[in-house]
């Protein structure tokens, strides 16, 4: 059974010289409180394709421009309409499922490294080291609201306020980031290849942040995770994401508790629980250079 397409998704296809055979809303947030949408389309007499509905057509464009200078591995978009992107949908088995081998795990290291080290990005010269006090902040208002919906109590948010505090580098590198770099948004096709395949969140931000935020979400066992350290590590200019590895994780885990308590309450309970045992084992203090191993 086919879904009704969103007006603006519509024009997209009309614009690119597509009709939609059959439509399937792949969004994992409700589009009206996220103002994004995915679909996945499946087109008459052609491919099937992903159609990402962003917030506006600034956003889009710029993220269009962005991705069609990525590294090898990193899906590009092939259109883009006002604030709709379209791109090849890439069948193929998840990383996210299960644990992958370790010579697939050191390629998603090596991938994301080539992202972080790239020095420009449409055009705008990166990398540039910047006061680390802007995701601070983000972070201390991200508690402030989790301790006003009665997500974290006052004690445990004062621990993590300290331990911020106490890991906090001062200074970041920032460049090109992915924000959402785990295993379940790469795909092996049936050749072999590995694919990175959501790729809408792509800017501007701290390296070790987006670090941060891969452990976070891609939940390796430790030797896994050390494969992917060193993969990354050998194609990286900078030392300064994994050094602050504990810093930047916390910084993840309070965004990502904050997003979810605001527009998924369901599954606010993740990264929540993830904070609490960050502290109760003590990996952000104890293991702040040598990085924070997965549980």
Known sequence: MSAPLEPEVAAALAHAGLRARRVQPVA???PNASGRSVYRIEIEAGPTIKARRLNDAATASRLFEIRRDLPAGFAPAFDQHANVL????IEGESLGDGCPDDARVAEAGALLAQLHARTSAAG??????????????????GLDSLLA???LDAPTADRIRAALARLDPQQAIVGLVHSDFC????????SGRLHVIDNERIGIDAL??????????WALPPRAWERFRAAYAAGMPFSEPLENLGFWSLVAVV???ALRARLDPARAQIPLARLREMLSTQRATATATAGLTPP
């Not at 379209?86 to 949908?89: A, M, Q, T």
């Not at 070790?208 to 979400?217: A, K, N, P, V």
């Open 183 to 190: 295993g379940e948004n790469m795909v092996i096709d049936a």
């Open 149 to 151: 919906g009665g997500g």
């Open 208 to 217: 070790g942040f987006d670090l941060g935020r891969c452990w976070y979400r």
């Open 86 to 89: 379209l791109e090849d949908w």
């Open 28 to 30: 994992t947030i409700d």
């Open 124 to 141: 705008e010269p990166l990398h540039e080291r910047r006061s680390t006090r802007a995701w601070r902040e983000r972070s201390e208002q």
């Open 255 to 257: 965004k990502s508790a």
